[in-house]
């Protein structure tokens, strides 16, 4: 029986070693051998011809040994130069080479670009969306959002509480690249009071007023969850020129960080005492809650039994809680849906 294959690439996410075991399982059942190809595409660009840099075989004892690691074992990283055509002719050879009959991609919307490339060479491709930041909008969850949705609001529910004991606001950022929906969902868990992302075009002024009525309404304590991404959507606001006669330490251009907000906030809000926290890659790094777990078991199963019936080019989601499949061009195509609504309903009160 040909080898198959399997890749995780883009940021790590939660689950995707339990990716690896479920795929690692399934396969063995229809009898393929596997191949796991090291640090994501990078892995397929042919450095070096020993082959050890870049593949290892995945025996069962290996695999069932990282299911439930943080990670991924595999190791990831983004590929810049696997946009270039002749780049992926070479990998396409090299997975000929090597008699690979299908490989399972898992990562992130660029990740998939790279899988449906190599379908059109000829490979068949399976990919299962790795990524905490949710932003594949053909499925309701990617893999990894559960475990750091729930790192997330364990922190701002830690914070919460120190804020409580001190009545001191709080700003803290969560990841999500370009989608706001660990904001959101973080805010709607923990019951921050002002949650900002990139989806929405505001202002500074606005934030500070949200902020204003929080503290009017006599609420010191709350918290603003900000979006990683929001400030690419945030309407021009010079630091500089704000923050410097308050005599703070600041250079003509500073960009908006979280950390700058949360300095401006105290002097647009009467001097409250506003602190910050980034949460940062404590949201990749952990082990994956038992929904990622269920989702990981179930996509990589799903993936192999598509490969072994000649079925290719698709991606694996999950709607109504039920793993399913489309094209990865369909899939792709799928226009985000950001719940307005919620993000409405969360400031207004
Ligand atoms: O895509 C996952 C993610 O964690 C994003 O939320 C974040 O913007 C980005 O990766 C960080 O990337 P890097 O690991 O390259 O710093």
């Known amino acids: 029986m040909s080898n198959i294959a399997v890749l995780t690439s883009g940021g790590d996410a939660p689950g995707m070693n339990a990716t690896v075991m479920s795929v690692a399982r399934n396969a063995a059942y229809y009898g393929m051998p596997l191949i796991g190809v090291k640090r994501g595409y990078n892995g397929l660009l042919g450095r070096t011809n020993n082959f050890d840099d870049n ?27 696997f946009k270039d055509p002749q780049v992926r002719e070479k990998s396409a050879q090299i997975l000929r080479d090597l008699d690979i009959s299908g490989l399972v991609v898992v990562g992130g919307d660029g990740s998939f ?10 490979i068949p491709c399976i990919g299962i969306p790795g990524t905490i930041d949710n932003d594949l909008s053909y499925t309701e969850v990617t893999l990894g959002y559960d475990t750091a949705l729930n790192v997330c609001v364990d922190t701002v529910r830690a914070i919460r509480a120190t804020s409580r004991s001190h009545d001191r606001p709080h700003v803290v950022e969560v990841m999500g690249r370009h989608c706001g929906d660990l904001a959101l969902y973080t805010a709607e868990a923990t019951g921050a009071e002002v ?16 902020c204003n009525r929080q503290l009017d309404l006599g609420n010191p304590r709350m918290t603003v969850v900000v979006a990683e991404g929001c400030w690419e959507s945030m309407a021009p606001f010079d630091v500089y020129k704000f923050l410097k006669p308050h005599g703070v330490q600041v250079f003509p251009g500073e960009p908006m960080t979280t950390e700058r907000l949360t300095q401006i906030l105290k002097y647009k809000c009467n001097g409250a005492e506003f602190r910050h926290t980034v ?17 990981a078991f179930e996509a990589g199963a799903l993936a192999i039994n598509l490969l072994h019936k000649g079925i290719s080019n ?30 409405h309903l969360l400031n207004a009160l």
């Open 55 to 81: 593949f290892v075989r995945l025996d069962l004892d290996t695999v069932l040994n990282i299911a439930d690691m943080p990670g991924t074992y595999l190791r990831t990283a983004r590929c810049d130069e």
């Open 314 to 343: 698709q991606a694996i989601g999950m709607k109504n809680g039920k793993i399913f499949h489309m094209p990865m061009a369909d899939a792709l195509a799928v226009k985000r849906h950001f719940n307005r609504k919620l993000h």
């Open 113 to 122: 670009q790279g899988a449906m490339r190599l379908c059109e060479l000829g």
């Open 279 to 295: 949460v940062g890659y404590t949201q990749r790094g952990l082990a994956p809650t038992a929904r990622d777990s269920i989702f």
């Open 195 to 210: 949650v900002v992302v990139p989806e929405k075009r505001w202002s500074v002024d606005e934030i500070a007023a949200q």
